[in-house]
Every structure is written in C-alpha cells, then in structure tokens.
C-alpha cells in the first residue's frame, strides 16, 4: 500500500480560516533534476538537484497536513505505513515529524536518496508557514469529547483511541487531530470488557461503601472533560499506601513515566495542569491561597493567559479542567473554595505490607478489566445522566447530578449518592478543624458563650482572649504560634466559618464602626440539634457594611 492511500481527513475543513485550503492547492511543474545519471543510485558523489517543486509541496500532496493549535504551536498529520497504516499529529518541530517525514518522502520514487538533511529541514520550516495560513485546531492530552463522545487517546503505536457514549465503547482509529502526546505520556491500557467495578477495591479498600461509590464517580468523571471534578485528597497516615494508589488510579485514565508529582510551584502549575490530563501529587503538606485558587480554577475549567516565550509579548490562553488527585498526611488547604470542590478518602496502615514490586504486578494484570468495567459504567451513566434531577444542594452541582447517575447506573440510589457526598463534605471539615491549630483552640474557646451572651471584639481583642485561654490552658506553644498568625487572623476566621458552622459554632463578621470590624462569637447548640440554614441566614445578615 502506497503512502497516498492512507490520508487523513482535511483539518481544513474545520479551519477557522477559509482560505486555508487554497493555499495548500499547490500546483507546480514536475520535479527537474539536473544529475545526468540518476538511475546509477551507488554512486556516492552527485551534482546537487534542483527540485522546482519543494519538498514540503510533496508532502502536501502525499497527505500531510498541517495546523496550528490554541497555543498557536504548529503541529501537522501525516500518513505512517508501519506497523500498520495510520495517521499520526506531530509537531511540526519534532525530531518525531522529521523522521516521519523522511519516511514519507523515500516512499516518492524520484526523489528518494536524493536529498539531504537541510532540504528536509527546509521543507519543515515553510510546513509552518502552510500551518500559520490553515486556521486553529484544538488538541487535547489524553482526553477530549466530540458529538455526545467521550473521546481517551489509547497512546500506542497505531495511535489508536476510545470511543464512549451511551450505546457503547469501542477502540477506533484517529482519523483528525485530537490529541497531542506530552512526553511523559505512557500507553493505557488495552480494555477488557466483561471485567466488574468490584476489583478496582481489592486495590483501593475504602470505607464505608459510600465512599467507595465516591471514588467511583471520581474516576468516571476524570474522563469526562464536561463534569467539573472534585479534587480527590488521599489521606492517611505513613505506610497507608497513598502514594501507590494515587499511581493506579492516575494509570486507569492518564498513565505516565511521572505518575506522581512533588514540589508544587506556582509558575509551573499552569504547564502542569496543561500537559496531565490528571495531576497527580504527592506528600503535599500544605499550599497558600494563590496555589488554593490555582486549583480550584483548574476545577471548574478558568482560562489562565500567559507569554508564550519569556522573549515576546506574544500571549496564549490556556483553558483546562483537570481532575486533580493529591494525597498526604493532612488536608493542605483550609479555604472554604478548595473543600467545596474536594473530596477525601482516609487509608488505613496495613497489617501487612507486600513488596512493591509484587502490589504492582498484580494490578497489572487486573487493570486491562478494571478499565473495561469503568467504561461499561460509564456507558450506563451516559444513558441515565438526562433523567437525573438537578443537585443544586451541593457546590459541585454538575459533579452530584453525574454522581447520582452513576449510583443508579450500579443499581443503587439517587439518595445513597447525595448521603455519600454530604457525609463527606462533613467528614472533610471536621477533619480540618481536628487538623487547624487555631481551630482547635476556637471550638473550646467558643463553647464558653451562647447566642444570648456572645464574645464580642475586633481582632486583635480575640487574639489576646485566645493566647489567654491557651495560657490557662497550659499550651504555651499554642499561644507563640499565634502571635505569630495575629496578621492574618482575620482571613483565617473567614476560611474557618464555613466548617464551625457544621457543629453549630457561630463567627459572624459584624458591621464596621470606627474604622474596625468586630466578630461575635458563640456556640448556638449541640451538633446534632443544630439549624444550619438559620445559621446561614445569620451570617449573611452580619457579613454586610
């Protein structure tokens, strides 16, 4: 089979420009040669050719097509012969796009060998130039969706990919440009059908069984670019094994050579979150707000404009939303964005360890079934998502809707789904006060008033009755670290209301009056017997002026 005949569909046609095809309907005289014995290929020194039709005119014409990206990145599809017929999307300046374009070309009779290394980089370099004039084509990493699918690049060699919508999943071939292939980015692995969702537990035990159906609708959502994702946080204690199950979750939708990220810097975030299509993190102690809000942008899919290249103004847009999975000892953040938009699951210390080595292995080999029964799954989800009511109870209303549908799609229940997730948004904050130093010391220091007589002051006031009560108390390491927190008091109080107002604590922001803003705090009841939403009411009455 010749090169020609394995030609990818005209990006062109999608094109924002219109004249994008016409530049490309290159018509030119046939090739003139100026060697006078062509047919002696043996020969080693020969007179140089002079080619009339430009390399880059003939791999137009032998199907390679060119675009640029949202990032304006010049990438191209070419026709690859071995191992089988294909289409691949390069970019245009890879060493990956060379070689295949050399291959291309030796596949053209009368011009093969007969050309050198700067002829083939020349031709790479005016494929730009066709690329900049043929209009924009997003690309994605990994995932993307198109007419109702759900679209997951399998990352082998036939550049093949899944189709999943509700009548079914299939592995089809890449025809058009979808995705591009980071360099990190590992093959997936090939689904079995037939497999049961259950397995995936014999690797990631979670309790109670409401969690389990948590993490179920995490993972589905991961591959579907339309459902805002929570941020999955895996917690425990050391050896509870958070790092390896972050690992095997991250490969059932994202495999890759750096299946877990370290050190979380705020420049490359935005890189970070463009080129995994789920990012992974591990031991992650604790972030600012700035990376807080970092990652609920790459949530709820905001754009982030940056230079393209630190030596131009030219600038790019990059828009994203990521499943985002971080795991560590503690929860890193306590802003009331970040727990909204998080889920967490709690591992416990094995009674018994198993070699790495041996864990991994056996995941191997069950992960082919377990991914077939995510995307059986995720075909019944796709079926039900149209029935389900909405769940503007929760934050994460388009999560909880998809959540409910996943639940039903197990033979469960719309309640057993909205029990699940509220018991966890509980869980996280009570978690979060167990965990915060200040917060520990409000709780006590709050239950000593009632509504009907309240702690009334500014700031600096409350923080002189804390260092005193944790003086009392005997804690005088509490009351150094803070005197150390007394400048931002004021915006931890604001982060911490939210969870205070789930046991019944009130911090309710006064009116300002001589330039101050007074807080009252007080305990209004038990947890059990508290009225949330009369709270609430009360707090959006008091945070005015």
Not at 71 to 90: D, G, M, W
Not at 456 to 482: F, M, N, Q, W
């Amino acid at each position: 089979m010749s090169a020609s005949s394995v030609v990818p569909q005209d990006v062109h046609a999608e094109s924002e420009s219109p004249e994008a095809t016409k530049t490309l309907s290159i018509h030119t005289p046939e090739i003139t040669l100026s060697n006078e014995d062509l047919d002696d290929r043996a020969e080693e020194q020969r007179q140089p050719i002079q080619i009339n039709r430009t390399l880059a005119d003939l791999a137009i014409e032998a199907g390679v097509r060119c675009f640029v990206d949202q990032t304006k990145s010049s990438f191209a599809l070419i026709p690859v012969e071995a191992p089988t017929p294909h289409v691949e999307c390069l970019p245009l300046a890879s060493k990956a796009f060379l070689g295949r374009l050399d291959e291309l070309l030796q596949t053209i009779p009368s011009i093969a060998g007969c050309y050198q290394l700067k002829d083939l980089q020349k031709a790479v370099k005016q494929l730009e130039l066709f690329a900049v004039r043929s209009g924009r084509k997003r690309l994605e990493s990994r995932l993307t969706s198109e007419d109702q699918q759900v679209l997951v690049d399998l990352g082998d060699e036939q550049w093949q990919m899944i189709a999943v919508d509700k009548v079914g999943w299939s592995v089809v071939p890449q025809r058009r440009p979808h995705f591009f292939r980071p360099a990190h980015q590992r093959p997936l692995v090939n689904p079995v059908a037939g497999g049961s969702v259950d397995e995936l537990f014999e690797f990631t035990p979670v309790n109670p069984l409401g969690d389990q159906l948590l993490l179920l609708a995490w993972l589905l959502s991961a591959f579907v670019l339309w459902v805002p994702s929570p941020i999955l946080l895996l917690t425990g204690s050391q050896g509870s094994g958070k790092t390896t199950r972050s690992r095997w979750l991250r490969s059932l939708v994202d495999p890759s050579e750096v299946p877990v990220l370290g050190e979380i810097e705020m420049r490359q975030l935005v890189q970070t979150f463009a080129y995994h299509a789920v990012a992974c993190f591990e031991n992650v102690s604790t972030f600012n707000r700035p990376v807080s809000d970092q990652f609920c942008r790459a949530v709820t899919g905001d754009g982030v404009e940056r230079r393209k290249l630190y030596t131009d103004s030219d600038s790019v847009l990059y828009s994203f939303r990521r499943a985002i999975l971080i795991n560590g000892l503690t929860i890193p953040s306590e802003r009331p964005d970040f727990l909204d938009r998080s889920i967490v699951l709690e591992f416990n210390r094995p009674a018994e360890f198993k070699t790495a080595s041996e864990l991994d292995q056996a995941f191997k080999a069950a992960s082919g079934r377990i991914l077939g029964a995510l995307l059986d799954l995720l075909v019944k989800t796709f079926g039900l998502l149209e029935s389900m009511p909405p769940a503007s109870e929760f934050r994460m209303a388009d999560f909880a809707r998809f959540g409910r549908a996943v639940a039903v799609a197990l033979g469960r229940t719309t309640h057993d789904f909205d029990t699940a997730y509220r018991d966890n948004i509980r869980r996280v904050r009570q978690q979060l006060l167990e965990e915060h130093l200040l917060g520990r010391l409000l709780r006590e220091f709050a239950t000593s008033f009632t509504e009907s007589r309240p702690w009334t002051g500014i700031v600096s006031e409350l923080l002189d009755s804390l260092c005193s009560h944790a003086k009392r108390k005997g804690l005088p390491r509490v009351e150094s670290e803070l005197t150390k927190s007394k400048s931002k008091l004021s915006r931890e109080l604001e982060d911490l209301q939210e969870a205070f107002l789930q046991e019944g604590i009130v911090l309710k922001r006064l009116k300002r009056t001589s330039g101050k803003r007074a807080w009252e705090i007080f305990a209004q009841a038990p947890p059990s017997t508290v009225n949330v939403a009369a709270i609430q009411h009360r707090l959006e009455g008091g945070n005015n002026g």
